[in-house]
């Protein structure tokens, strides 16, 4: 866990990871004055980052009673994933439409860089790599509304799309499906980027579905 000089993002990331990996059980109590203790911080930035945490739906807060770890279904993940692969699908569309030739040289020139990562299997950096990868087909698309959208969905779902880099062979299959993304963007085929960007979209919902509680019950002895 990061402690001194947290800021609330670092905080909202370090307690949406144990969230969704299952370190943090669902229904147990997030209490303001420990998380404030253990991050050296005070309890204002708490309650903002348990605030982001509610939004994206991993933490429930309960007035009066304080806040604890959500309940995620597969069906509610799911449900999220279907928006993203759709706001992701036209984001790719409109760049290999619209993408300038600069940009298309950087996101070749990344992509290909970032096969190094892959064969080091250096997870954190590569997932560093994913995020501006996936930011530059946002940008890429030139419409604004659009890009605020997808930022917003993306965000809500980011603590699973960091998790499906724990699974064995995962960073070798995002490049490969990244790949088929570039190919078609360079190539100005608006259609096979927006389907290559929906594919890959549904199986990172596939990936990250295995950290949904599909059943789960909250932890009793925490419930108020």
């Not at 982001?52 to 959500?70: C, D, T, Y």
């Not at 997870?123 to 917003?152: C, K, M, P």
Request: aromatic share 4%; proline share 2%; net charge neutral.
């Amino acid at each position: 866990m990061i402690r001194s000089g947290t800021t609330v993002d670092q905080m909202v990331r370090a307690i949406g990871d144990r969230i969704v990996t299952g370190v943090l059980r669902p229904g147990e109590k997030l209490d303001e004055a420990s998380l404030a203790a253990r991050f050296e911080v005070s309890r204002t930035p708490v309650r903002e980052a348990l605030g982001h945490l509610s939004a994206m739906g991993l933490v429930e807060r309960r007035p009066n009673r304080g806040a604890i770890v959500a309940v995620v279904t597969q069906d509610h993940l799911a449900s999220m994933f279907e928006s993203m692969a759709e706001l992701e699908g036209i984001c790719a569309r409109f760049s290999a439409e619209r993408m300038t030739a600069g940009e298309r040289r950087a996101l070749e020139a990344e992509h290909q860089a970032s096969a190094r990562l892959v064969r080091l299997s250096a997870e954190e950096d590569y997932e560093h790599f994913n995020t501006e990868f996936h930011s530059r087909l946002y940008r890429g698309a030139h419409s604004t509304h659009i890009h605020e959208l997808t930022v917003t969905t993306r965000g809500r779902l980011a603590p699973f799309r960091r998790a499906q880099f724990r699974l064995a062979g995962r960073l070798t299959k995002s490049w490969q499906e990244h790949d088929e993304i570039v190919t078609a963007i360079l190539r100005g085929d608006g259609a096979a980027a927006g389907k290559a960007a929906r594919d890959h979209v549904s199986i990172v919902s596939e990936a990250s579905s295995v950290f949904a509680a599909a059943d789960c019950k909250p932890l009793g002895r925490n419930v108020a």
